[in-house]
């Protein structure tokens, strides 16, 4: 390599770490939250939409309202955001883990509103031969291993089946 060709390939660096000293300077002052679980408890309704936009659910609660940001289908977490009555953040939960489906889904007692309000839409809804009903497919990651929930509703809205399958397309990219 020529001493000039040197030169110009660390006068390129240098402008390269320039730029990025520069976007970092520019970010170092600036909090993230722009991400449903980033959010200040205590924000008001009015910040976090602010900072998040739109939810893609809303849902009353007993003494509030939850503001539900879904990354499904592309992704695997539904964010939940409740606030008291007062519009005030109160608590920031991800419910769609393994351990949160075994504990959360009664077999024939939990009904179609109870999962829609806590886990959002599903991926898709899917019908089987054996079973009459909508199948109800979600998708999760445990140990970071991508599965599917398959949630059997009968026709009056109640869960009566729950089959996990892990997801075996290693083409397939999940995001959070």
Request: hydrophobic share 40%; with cysteine; proline share 5%.
């Amino acid at each position: 390599m020529s001493f000039t060709q040197a030169g110009s390939r660390r006068a390129g660096l240098l402008a390269a770490l320039a730029v990025a000293a520069g976007l970092l300077s520019a970010c170092a002052g600036t909090p993230v939250f722009r991400f449903p679980s980033s959010q200040p408890l205590g924000s008001t309704r009015a910040d976090v939409l602010s900072r998040l936009g739109p939810p893609t659910a809303t849902y009353a609660l007993a003494a509030g309202e939850r503001l539900q940001y879904s990354f499904l289908p592309a992704g695997t977490a539904v964010y939940n955001l409740d606030l008291d009555a007062q519009g005030r953040l109160q608590r920031i939960d991800q419910p769609l883990e393994k351990n949160r489906l075994d504990t959360d889904l009664v077999i024939d007692q939990t009904q179609a509103a109870d999962i829609r309000r806590r886990y959002g839409a599903p991926v898709r809804v899917d019908h089987v031969a054996r079973f009459e009903g909508d199948v109800w497919v979600y998708r999760f990651l445990d140990l970071n291993e991508a599965f599917y929930a398959y949630l059997h509703l009968d026709p009056q809205g109640v869960l009566r089946r729950v089959v996990y399958q892990q997801v075996r397309d290693s083409g397939e990219r999940l995001l959070r």
